[in-house]
């Protein structure tokens, strides 16, 4: 596994897709901390604290642009292998196919927990470079690490509400699929986010669970964790036999 | 005999179509066989099939006498492998792209990435992309890889492919040496005769996934050799007596009045009277030499093999 993870890392070398996924992720929270800092500097009562940045970021991250930079980037680690052909190679080996798919599913998942980081970082920096100028409320440690484990417990969510488009990207071989069922759960997302079913709806479900925010939504923790759980075990289980099935064509 | 490769009655159908049926080959430890079939006759099914990447719909493949299904980790290890367009990741560089295949397989050191590199004769240092390589350096690379791990087995499909006449005949020397000084055995295929008769000991023809024919190259030179012109009035006939006087049947009726036999040990003298005494005119009988292409054409069916 560990070889596969280093021939991972390898594959990503002056990949304009990782520049791509890391700015897509990087300009959340660099706009949410511009629009705090805007709001504050058109109405001073409008001041600026820890929570309403890292709420805002981990809405976006969780809710809209997130998921959509990282289908792209997860449909891209896997369907890259099928359009550049190197498939016939690692078969070849020979790599059983489940492993080299766990291999990918880490690495997928190990790139968005250090997209997550990455965000939690860039918004701690944000907020001690506005503290400098303008006041910022609860620039404490204990407040930073408890949204890290927020971010980190977002990540895991992400990585379970992921696994659909792998299981598309596998059976279509392309991106084209993936991309098109997470602008759908995109818009679904922005529609369902207030309402009341949203704990049923994974996607919107798992941004509630980090904040929080479930009990307005109808449905319990347990119940919007179960549902998670079962999709992405289902949608893991379903890439798994279908990649175990493939022949090289 | 003991066969690298064997299989016995090898089919692959996707649906309906048929794409390799009933395929018995036999590959002898040292040789270099050679796959020769025109474009779809199911070379690369069959080579897909040897390395695992696809799975026959009935029949069996022993590898060094073991069935390949089951013993997958054992076997595949000893192989090396090409298998139609070279596949690498195009944002790295040549070294770059061994190096995920060579830590995937084990391979220590970097000294069989350089070893394999010099030995189709691309650069170790190159910061040159694969996406940015010719046909003839992705077909090399390709190369390289299936040697790099020093394999006893070599699997290779069409691997002159887009290659220049220099880079040909290097690789017919390197595939060479290494069967004669390396003591490897080389399955290759390709729809170029005059590639295969170059390089291969033994030659298998396969047509429409059937195995026609599975000969030595020097017996299929033999076999190749010879053959009887005949124009006669009425081809048909003479067919039919060819048949049923001489039991011969292997021949070629060109036209309603020209006819070739093949592979006849008996005179042309002999054949004329009888046609004569069974009422044929005959205006020409005689012994022509044959080329391995006309051999080729004829036991296909037609044209596609260059």
Known sequence: MLRLLKCE??????????LIGMLGTLIVPLLVCVRAVTNYLSDPGNVISVFTLYDNALMFLMLLSGPIVL???????ISREYTDGTLKNIFAIPVSRVTFLCGKLLFFAMLIFLFMLISWLEILVSALL???FIPVEQITIPSFLFFLIKMLFGGILLCATQTPFIYLTIRSKGFVAPLIAIAAVSLINVVLSNSGIAGFYPWSASYLLVMGRLSGSGCT?????????????LAVAASLFRFKKEEVR | MDYIIETENLTKKYGAVISVADLSLHVEKGKIYGLLGRNGAGKTTTMKMLLGLTRPTSGVIRIWGKALWGN????LPRIGSLIEAPGFYPNLTAAENLHIFATLRGVPGRHAIKDALDLVSLPYK???????????????????????????LLILDEPINGLDPIGIAEVRLLLRRLCEK?????????HILSEVSLLADVIGIIDKGILLEEESLAQLEQKSSKYIHFTVSDTAQAARILEQSFQEKQFTIRDDHNIQLYHSALPVTKIVSVFVENGLEVSEAHTCEGSLEEHFKRITGGEGIA
Do not use: N
């Open chain 1, 9 to 18: 890392c390898i594959k990503l070398k002056r990949s304009k897709f990782l």
């Open chain 1, 71 to 77: 289908t792209i980037m997860g449909a891209w680690i």
């Open chain 1, 130 to 132: 506005c503290s400098c």
């Open chain 1, 221 to 233: 923790k347990e119940s919007s964790f179960i549902i998670i759980l079962v999709m992405s075990i």
């Open chain 2, 72 to 75: 997958e980790k054992k076997l």
């Open chain 2, 126 to 152: 190159d910061q040159k992309l694969f996406s940015e390589y010719s046909l003839g350096m992705k077909q090399r690379l390709a190369i390289a890889l299936a040697i790099m791990h020093d394999p006893e």
């Open chain 2, 182 to 190: 390396g003591g490897k055995t080389i399955f290759i295929s390709s």
